[in-house]
T-cell receptor, first 113, second 110 residues
Framework: DAGVIQSPRHEVTEMGQEVTLRCKPI?????LFWYRQTMMRGLELLIY????????DSGMPEDRFSAKMPNASFSTLKIQPSEPRDSAVYFC???????????FGQGTRLTVV | QKEVEQNSGPLSVPEGAIASLNCTYS??????FFWYRQYSGKSPELIMS????GDKEDGRFTAQLNKASQYVSLLIRDSQPSDSATYLC??????????FGKGTRLSVIA
């Protein structure tokens, strides 16, 4: 099994630009999670999906953030427009069910300058 | 507010010693508990899970759970420099995603 695959691994962009992060979950997993990790706040859950349906997006910090899961093997997290305070590592994770152990992708390190 | 608390550390132990990492959680109804290891610049990696009171051993790692005290711990025996990492405690409070602590940074000194 290839595990959770994220792209890109690193992204540097200018303030105001649109950023799209991509994730392919583990095949057969029904839940997908987007997390953001910073030194100050630790690992924060932004949004999660069950069977491709968004269940809870209360962790999304602002309307500038949006996420989609058009099918069971692909999800995107979009930030538009990006701001320097969005700089963080963004992780995608998947699990068989929403309340079981989650497996993480390698993360995308986002830097907004 | 469901919370998971960990001492941020750093916890420094000499090579060969036992490292003890602790975690408390607020939701008394929590049913499953996990420990993740995260090396600097890498993603969290699941290393232990525990579901019932008592101890669970896996190699050099032992997870301990006390639901009455709402307390989970991870013991690492014969600590090695390669164990130096941040250890994240995660708790399942019910039919919702895991709640993570902020992690304890462990440093094993050779």
């Amino acid at each position: 099994d290839a595990g959770v695959i994220q792209s890109p691994r690193h992204e540097v962009t200018e303030m105001g630009q649109e950023v799209t992060l991509r994730c392919k979950p583990i095949s057969g997993h029904n839940s997908l999670f987007w997390y953001r990790q910073t030194m100050m706040r630790g690992l924060e859950l932004l949004i999660y999906f069950n069977n491709n349906v968004p269940i809870d997006d209360s962790g999304m910090p602002e309307d500038r953030f949006s996420a989609k899961m058009p099918n069971a093997s692909f999800s995107t997290l979009k930030i538009q427009p990006s701001e320097p305070r969005d700089s963080a590592v963004y992780f995608c994770a998947s699990s068989r069910q929403s309340n079981t152990e989650a497996f993480f992708g390698q993360g995308t390190r986002l830097t907004v300058v | 507010q469901k919370e998971v608390e960990q001492n941020s550390g750093p916890l420094s132990v000499p090579e060969g010693a036992i490292a003890s990492l602790n975690c408390t959680y607020s939701d008394r109804g929590s049913q499953s508990f996990f420990w993740y290891r995260q090396y600097s610049g890498k993603s969290p990696e699941l290393i232990m899970s525990i579901y019932s009171n008592g101890d669970k051993e896996d190699g050099r790692f032992t997870a301990q759970l006390n639901k009455a005290s709402q307390y989970v711990s991870l013991l690492i025996r014969d600590s090695q420099p390669s164990d130096s990492a941040t250890y994240l405690c995660a708790v399942n409070p019910g039919n919702t995603p895991l709640v993570f602590g902020k992690g304890t940074r462990l440093s094993v000194i050779a």
